[in-house]
């Protein structure tokens, strides 16, 4: 199976904002569900944010009005915009591109570590 290549994680101060990107092949209009979730050391996988096909996105309550997903068809690429980034925010991030993973929340490829400080 092609593995995505995850990057954009990195290491910022609260309030500051990052950007995520998973490229690979298969990530297009046509896909049913395109998404990332995150998981903090000792915490459950949390869905963060999630592109269905037709364009409807829906995003946790904790990240609504400082994240956004977007997908570029042209360069297969998921994107996730982070803004006003807080300390909880600080986890492993995973894209997936289909609904099982989706709703299994199982990884893809080996991730993007984001880490917030106070």
């Known amino acids: 199976q092609v593995q995505p290549v995850e990057s954009g994680g990195g290491s910022v101060q609260a309030g500051g904002s990052l950007r995520l990107s998973c490229a690979a092949s298969?990530?297009?209009?046509?896909?049913?569900?395109m998404g990332w979730f995150r998981q903090a050391p000792g915490k459950e996988r949390e869905g963060v944010a999630v592109r269905y096909s037709g364009g409807r996105l829906s995003y946790a309550d904790s990240v609504k009005g400082r994240f956004t997903i977007s997908l570029d068809n042209h360069k297969n690429t998921l994107y996730l915009q982070m803004n006003s980034l807080k300390p909880e925010d600080t986890a492993m991030y995973y894209c997936?591109?289909?609904?099982?993973?989706?709703?299994?929340?199982?990884?893809w490829g080996p991730g993007t570590q984001v880490t917030v400080s106070s």
């Open positions: 298969g990530l297009t209009y046509s896909s049913a569900c």
């Open positions: 997936v591109k289909d609904c099982n993973s989706w709703a299994d929340k199982k990884p």
